[in-house]
């Protein structure tokens, strides 16, 4: 069964700072890569993709994510955070076979302060 | 813009009732899931149904049953209540093509 590990539980970063959020999963075969993205008192929302081709993704709001698929890793960054990031994001893969069956990760709950 | 439905936002019920979270979709998707967010421990899916009338188990089924009578409208059904059942649900739906899930505002549950 495929498995999905973020291993940052909670990241507390300065305005400006660059941010790098990890994410690693576990399944040999083809898999479709995605975060999401909650902030706060809102529903759950795209914030990136993989399906194929280009392993460096960019989503919206200025944030990007590499899939490197030797070290079965997807890692979210962005080069500078604001206030407004302020959320809780989740790492989730999707494998072939499993007819869109996503498996999230733990989440990973980012503060930016002022 | 696809949009997704839940019935209640917050719901306050008691040990051993039977509780129904209902969940819509306006994009015609075929595809439909029931998840819970727990602190801690991410979502995890319960309940999927790829058509009308058809169901799969997700990862943490025991003590959830689901029902899609229309396209349109997947129900979660806590048939009798427990206190660990206490959770964030979230409903989400996709097409069969194109894979990404969207998500509605979630409903939060309280058991006592």
Redesign the interface.
């Known amino acids: 069964a495929q498995s999905v590990s973020q291993h940052n539980h909670h990241v507390i970063l300065s305005e400006a700072a660059s941010l790098e959020l990890g994410c690693n999963y576990s399944y040999g075969g083809t898999v479709n890569l995605f975060w999401y993205v909650q902030y706060p008192g809102q529903h759950l929302q795209l914030l990136l993709k993989y399906f194929s081709g280009d392993p460096l993704v960019k989503g919206i709001k200025g944030f990007e994510a590499e899939f490197i698929k030797s070290k079965f890793s997807f890692n979210l960054r962005k080069p500078s955070v604001q206030w407004s990031d302020t959320a809780e994001y989740f790492c989730a893969v999707m494998s072939a076979g499993t007819a869109s069956k996503l498996t999230f990760g733990t989440g990973t709950r980012l503060q930016v302060t002022l | 813009d696809v949009k997704?439905t839940q019935s209640s936002r917050y719901l306050v019920k008691r040990t051993g009732e039977k509780v129904f979270l209902e969940c819509v979709q306006d994009m015609d998707h075929e595809?439909m899931?029931w998840?819970r967010q727990d602190p801690?421990?991410?979502?995890?899916?319960i309940y999927?149904s790829?058509d009308v009338k058809m169901k799969e188990k997700?990862d943490i089924p025991e003590g959830y049953s689901v029902s899609r009578e229309k396209k349109e409208r997947f129900s979660l059904i806590l048939e009798s209540a427990s206190t660990n059942q206490t959770s964030m649900y979230?409903c989400?739906s996709?097409s069969?093509d194109l894979?990404?899930?969207?998500?509605?505002?979630?409903t939060r549950l309280l058991v006592l």
């Open positions: 997704v595809n899931f998840y801690g421990l991410g979502l995890r899916l999927f790829y997700g979230l989400a996709s069969a894979e990404t899930q969207y998500f509605g505002p979630g």
